[in-house]
């Protein structure tokens, strides 16, 4: 029981990395595109998520293989 709930966290805490990981190539992308900054990049790559009605991991890795962000 021990080992099937320190996999799962494990999981979880390699998931949410992933997912941190590919916001902040987002943001990056979005900061060298549109001359911002990183707090800006991110409240363009948020708005995007929310007018999209996307969840912000979708379109981070959106931004991240396309180099784009949806329109906001």
Known sequence: MVAIAAAQRVATLRAGYETRQEIGEAVGIIMERRRLTS????????????NTNTKLRE?????ALTGELPDV
């Open 59 to 63: 379109v981070a890795r959106s931004v």
């Open 39 to 50: 707090d800006q990049a991110f409240a363009l790559l948020r708005t995007a998520s929310n």
